[in-house]
């Protein structure tokens, strides 16, 4: 199974961007799956999760900016980033966790303007 994140880039305060999480299968429909963040010399942190029943839990961080979805056929996880902030600049990796365990390579976001 992989996982593969993307939808990264440069963008500037206030700006948007969608990250999409593809899994090779239908890993999504009996894992949690889940958005981490990781900025240079900070720790790894949870942005938000979904499960396989389709509740969604959020950072306190990025509540009423960021949503996190998953399509119908639970093979991709997205991250929709509105408002984004300058704090927000880091590394985003993708997670499949519960009955298995998978970790995406990651995909960089930077807000800057």
């Known amino acids: 199974v992989q996982l593969q994140a993307s939808g990264g880039g440069l963008v500037q305060p206030g700006g948007s961007l969608r990250l999409s999480c593809a899994a090779s299968?239908?890993?999504?429909?009996?894992?949690?799956g889940g958005w981490y963040r990781q900025a240079p010399g900070k720790q790894r942190e949870a942005v938000a999760t979904i499960t396989s029943g389709g509740i969604t839990n959020y950072a306190d961080s990025v509540k009423g900016r960021f949503t996190i979805s998953r399509d119908n056929a639970k093979t991709t996880v997205y991250l929709q980033m509105n408002n984004l902030k300058p704090e927000d600049t880091a590394v985003y990796l993708c997670?499949?966790?519960?009955?298995?365990?998978?970790w995406g390579q990651g995909t960089q976001v930077t807000v800057s303007s």
């Open positions: 299968g239908t890993i999504f429909s009996r894992n949690i």
């Open positions: 997670r499949a966790w519960g009955v298995e365990n998978y």
